[in-house]
């Protein structure tokens, strides 16, 4: 079983920065695509940033150009760097690693922007 293990969030004031990691306990290699999604209180999980093995990326509208993400393929792991966040952007973070044949998810990673 696949795990995904996710890091870097907390509470940060508004116009502040964020970077997430997750770190896949298989080779990055073996996903078509890694995303980045989330999840506020009482609203649907919504996908935020994807990246292609070939490197392609895709941003939700309400997260282009404040939120980058990349990957290390030395380190095996995809990071989402976060700026300008707004208190909207709070919300459960989780990692989602797709494959072929399957698709896994990490445990959350809790992001607050709040002053």
């Known amino acids: 079983q696949v795990q995904l293990v996710e890091s870097g969030g907390g509470l940060v004031q508004p116009g502040g920065s964020l970077r997430l990691s997750c770190a896949p306990s298989?080779?990055?290699?073996?996903?078509?695509?890694m995303n980045w999604y989330r999840q506020a209180p009482g609203k649907q999980r919504e996908l935020v940033a994807t990246?292609?093995?070939?490197?392609?990326?895709n941003y939700a509208d309400s997260v282009k150009i404040r939120f980058t993400i990349s990957r290390d393929n030395d380190k095996n792991t995809v990071y989402l760097q976060m700026s300008s966040l707004k208190p909207e952007d709070t919300a459960v973070y989780y990692c989602?690693?797709?494959?072929?044949?399957?698709?896994?998810w990490g445990q959350g990673t809790q992001v607050t922007v709040s002053s």
């Open positions: 298989e080779s990055i290699f073996r996903f078509y695509a």
């Open positions: 990246i292609t093995g070939g490197g392609s990326t």
């Open positions: 989602n690693a797709q494959s072929p044949t399957s698709e896994y």
